[in-house]
């Protein structure tokens, strides 16, 4: 989800309000996938690396965050969205921590759109924690060993990803998971995402043929 800041920009305003532009995308889109059916979608909301931006606007972020899970998850458990957070939180301050294990308790048995939101994530920390765990059992390290361990374990390989904000560039997000996914990068800053945004990613995804190495089925 890029493109908050620049938004921001272009109507001469602070980037924390391109933020709040964002959580609206947010919503949209989190609606637009649980009516098209898609069973998995996983949102990069911070990076491990976004941790180097200036502490207000992380604080901003954080803080919103805060809010957002407290005042939507009733209704997200209402639409039976299933939420987990994926990355690394040891440094999340604990009002985020409880508000996101009470999130996750809350919508743990919901069977519809699984959201995962990757705050605190980062894909080669996903890799090495994987890993580390294979070698701490005292196991060889193997493709699907180390899958196994990642945060996205019990969750398929991602058939589409969305960049919005005009970079071609995967930014640490999801490396392993990624490795056939269909990557789809677009100039619309996040804010301006909607519905009518995402049905077009899905019909470019639907017009992909897509092999996994092999040979099409005509050959
Ligand atoms: C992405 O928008 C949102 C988060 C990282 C939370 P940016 O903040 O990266 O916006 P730009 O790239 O500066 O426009
Ligand atoms: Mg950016």
Redesign the pocket.
């Known amino acids: 989800?890029?493109?908050?800041?620049?938004?921001a920009?272009q109507r001469s305003r602070p980037?924390t309000f391109?933020?709040r532009a964002?959580l609206r995308a947010v919503r949209k889109v989190v609606r637009a996938a649980a009516n098209s059916g898609v069973g998995y979608l996983t949102l990069f909301?911070?990076?491990q690396e976004?941790w180097k931006r200036p502490v207000t606007?992380v604080n901003l972020?954080i803080q919103l965050f805060v809010t957002v899970l407290r005042r939507e998850i009733s209704a997200l458990h209402k639409n039976k969205v299933r939420i987990r957070f994926i990355g690394q939180h040891a440094d999340f301050p604990t009002a985020l921590l409880q508000q996101m294990q009470r999130a996750e308790a809350l919508t743990r048995e919901n069977t519809g759109l699984q959201l995962l939101v990757a705050v605190g994530y980062g894909g080669q920390w996903d890799i090495v924690q994987a890993a580390q765990r294979v070698v701490d059992r005292g196991q060889l390290l193997s493709i699907e060993g180390v899958q196994a361990e990642l945060v996205t374990a019990d969750a398929p390989a991602p058939d589409l990803l969305i960049r919005t904000?005009g970079?071609s560039r995967i930014s640490n997000f999801l490396l392993w998971q990624l490795a056939y996914t269909e990557l789809y990068f677009c100039a619309t800053?996040?804010p301006d995402f909607d519905e009518a945004a995402f049905a077009e990613a899905l019909a470019w995804f639907a017009g992909r043929q897509r092999r996994f190495g092999c040979l099409p089925e005509s050959a």
């Open positions: 989800m890029d493109g908050n800041g620049r938004w920009q980037r391109g933020h964002g909301a911070f990076s976004n606007e972020l904000g970079e800053l996040w």
